[in-house]
């Protein structure tokens, strides 16, 4: 492709971009695919000779969007949110572009310090306190991180390698492997699967402590496991408290766990994947309250921040903790600038490459501005509202947790099989698309606003599919629980993780 294709084609497929966000709600959210469907569409080895770009491009409507589930639909009401806007995809074009691999400073100052300004930017719009960000005089910033899960795994194994140093000092006659098998760290029962997954990776005990009723983790209920696990003679070392949990946006207390980890010297992460984006309203930010115990914090915008994945954003108070514990200074790596105030952010991640992210949430942060984004917030967690109250003004309904932010669980009164065939009722009906959880044995569905341009009419309208699908399979409630069970537990559905 030469230049002069590439700005032909450019124009055309910035046009179709334009054109499927701007008409996805005409679209079916859920695909009809099933697994191989591509292999039948498709030769099994590259082409030998080249291809004309327009060929190629017939086959996006052809071959790719058929097994396209269209996240970004007003009707996608599954996961959480998932960013996106205009501003953020011209963002990723020019990263793309300009395709440095900034794992240090010096190869490509602007990669690392527009990261620098926009994580402080981040930071202080969300209110996080000052000695989270790189502008504090101490050795607080943020970074940008590939997901969610990823900070959470490189925060436990910077724990780890904390408290396997501290307890060396202590307990002299035992060496690294074996305090680290007397290591445990703590979760809710309700945090994302990446918590516990990553005290597989790290080798390390992870206990989820059952939350409370309202699915959050209280102070009592750390205490307690912690009590335990001392009188068994393990080291109590990291805790992953969740502001906005995946099942239910459960929000864990803060103001309790907070002083307990700083007592017993553990780490303390804050996972606010989702709901962190929120808190650029300050009417959200009481449920921060503790957050100046924590040693990392890290939110989406590439969940509910209109930046398109992925861009996940994590604050560290002493990043010291991050570049001494994985440091390794090869001499091909090292310039001369190292540690004049621009961070080689290759300390501060798993993976050594890194794009140029930033560039995204930049001309996304001033296009929208503070007050864009705050607007972008408000318009999903009343959209929720309204969601809640036509659920509540059917009395066949009932709604399972708090709505506080963009997602809405709801089920059917009753049996958790009614629920189960309501959701697999929805599924095949497909014009709106929500998945369920599992929560303290309730089976609920969930309802997350995702798309940035859902409004009122697209709320009534999924409401109306979820009460026709109701009414079918009420209808036929004379068929004994018995016999639904069996069938639902016939048919599969995809859930949560
Ligand atoms: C979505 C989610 C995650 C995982 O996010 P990734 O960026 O995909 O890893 C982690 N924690 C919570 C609370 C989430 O909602």
């Known amino acids: ?204 005990r992870m206990r989820k402590l059952e939350a409370d009723t309202n699915f959050c983790l209280t102070g009592e209920i750390l205490r307690a496991a912690m009590a335990e696990d001392k009188a068994k003679g393990l080291i109590p070392f990291f805790l992953c408290a969740t502001l906005g949990t995946t099942g239910t946006c459960a929000f864990d207390k803060l103001d309790e766990l907070g002083p307990i980890c700083k007592e017993n010297d553990m780490w303390l992460h804050i996972d606010a994947a989702y709901a962190g984006s929120a808190f650029v309203c300050p009417e959200f930010r009481h449920f921060m309250k503790g957050v100046e115990f924590a040693d990392t914090f890290s939110i989406n915008p590439h969940k509910w921040m209109l930046v398109n994945f992925d861009l996940s954003v994590m604050w560290i108070k002493d990043s010291s903790l991050l570049v001494d514990a994985f440091n390794v200074d090869p001499i091909y790596l090292r310039h001369e600038n190292a540690g004049k105030g621009a961070p080689d952010y290759r300390h501060w991640q798993i993976p050594l490459g890194r794009r140029f992210r930033s560039l995204k949430l930049w001309f996304m942060l001033r296009s929208y501005g503070i007050t864009g984004v705050q607007a972008y917030i408000r318009k999903h967690v009343s959209l929720a509202k309204e969601f809640e109250q036509l659920v509540l003004a059917d009395s066949r309904f009932e709604v399972v947790a708090d709505v506080v932010m963009g997602l809405v669980c709801f089920r059917l009164k009753g049996s958790n099989s009614l629920t189960e065939q309501l959701l697999q009722e929805i599924l095949k009906d497909g014009r709106i698309y929500l998945i369920p959880a599992i929560v303290h044995n309730v089976y609920t569905l969930r309802l997350a606003i995702c798309a940035e341009r859902t409004n009122s009419d697209d709320i009534a309208f999924s409401f109306a599919v979820i009460k026709t699908c109701a009414d079918a399979i009420m209808k036929d409630s004379k068929t004994p629980e018995s016999t639904r069970q069996a069938i639902t537990q016939q048919t599969r559905y995809v859930g949560l993780d």
């Not at 055309?12 to 591509?38: A, C, F, N, Q, S």
């Open 1 to 204: 492709m030469n230049a002069e294709q590439f700005s032909e084609n450019g124009r055309k497929m910035v046009e179709y971009i334009r054109t499927y966000l701007e008409e996805i709600r005409e679209r079916k959210v859920v695909h009809d695919v099933v697994p191989g469907y591509m292999q039948e569409l498709l030769p099994s080895e590259a082409p030998m000779e080249p291809e004309d770009f327009s060929e190629i491009f017939k086959d996006i409507d052809n071959i790719i969007m058929p097994g396209v589930t269209h996240w970004h639909s007003p009707r996608f009401h599954g996961y959480f949110a998932a960013g996106n806007s205009y501003p953020s995809i011209l963002g990723d074009m020019l990263s793309d572009a300009i395709g440095c691999i900034g794992f240090s400073w010096a190869t490509s100052p602007a990669c690392t310090e527009l990261e620098v300004i926009t994580t402080d930017w981040l930071g202080s719009m969300i209110g996080l306190p000052e000695d989270f960000l790189h502008r504090s005089p101490g050795r607080g910033g943020g970074v940008i991180q590939t997901t969610a899960s990823e900070t959470v795994l490189l925060c436990l194994l910077a724990a780890r390698t904390r408290a396997v140093e501290k307890y060396r000092q202590i307990y002299s006659h035992l060496d690294e492997m074996e305090i680290m098998s007397k290591l445990v760290g703590y979760t809710s029962d309700q945090s994302n699967s990446s918590v516990g997954r990553s005290g597989l990776l790290g080798a390390v």
